[in-house]
């Protein structure tokens, strides 16, 4: 079956210490991005990426990186620069004439 | 940036009625999405509305489109428990990226 997956589904981070949140599409899509939700808060746009070795910044990009070297793979790296990294984190990938088909999201939580 | 808002941002309804919820945004547009978001789920795409589209029908949900007034409505009928959910609008923008921006949701609760 075509989709979008996320993992993990739960992830806890030290202070100080970067993890990587993995998405993966097999759905042929060229573009991928990754949005932040807060509770009872909309989506905030970290980066995305058009096509392969190349992404742009959304909103929120500070203390994130990330990496697109295959189509199908948009891996977002949490950074120990980001000070508030608790929250939802959904990845989606879309066509252009199509909606985004969303991902299970991670749950961050630093502890 | 531009922004979709969502309007009630908190909606609660008996099951059997109908729901409605609007969205409003600030720039011209290519299409409109609604989504639902089960709680601590992904979202799930509903419907896409062209600018040139004025009204789309989806099993028992209806969107509208009114781009003079930048705004769109959707309608859920005969609303089950299993409707529960928050709703949001993306909205992109007319310069033909691939981004979306979305607002900050509807909370609907349907009671059984």
């Known amino acids: 079956d075509g989709g979008i997956t996320q993992s993990p589904k739960y992830l806890f981070r030290k202070e100080g210490q970067n993890v990587t949140l993995s998405c993966e599409q097999n759905?042929?899509?060229?573009?991928m991005y990754w949005y932040r939700q807060d509770p009872g808060q909309g989506l905030r746009l970290i980066y995305y990426?058009?096509?392969?070795?190349?992404?742009q910044k959304g909103d929120i990009a500070e203390g994130y990186s990330v990496s697109r070297e295959k189509k199908e793979s948009f891996p977002l790296t949490v950074t120990s620069a980001q000070k508030n990294p608790t929250a939802f984190y959904l990845c989606a990938s879309s066509s252009l004439a199509y909606g985004y088909t969303f991902g299970s999201g991670t749950r961050l939580t630093v502890v | 940036s531009q922004q979709g808002e969502e309007d009630p941002q908190a909606l609660s309804i008996q099951e059997g009625e109908n729901a409605t919820m609007n969205c409003s945004y600030k720039?011209?547009?290519?299409?409109l999405q609604w989504y639902r978001q089960n709680s601590g789920r992904g979202l799930v795409h509903l419907i896409l509305?062209?600018?040139?589209?004025r009204e789309k029908h989806s099993g028992r949900l209806r969107v509208t489109l009114d781009t003079s007034k930048k705004s769109s409505s959707l309608l859920i009928t005969a609303s089950r428990a299993a409707d529960t959910a928050s709703y949001f609008c993306a909205t992109d923008s007319t310069s033909g990226t691939y981004k979306y921006i979305f607002g900050t949701g509807t909370r609907l609760k349907v009671l059984a």
């Open positions: 509305i062209r600018s040139n589209e």
């Open positions: 759905l042929n899509h060229d573009a």
């Open positions: 990426s058009q096509i392969v070795n190349d992404f």
């Open positions: 720039t011209s547009i290519n299409n």
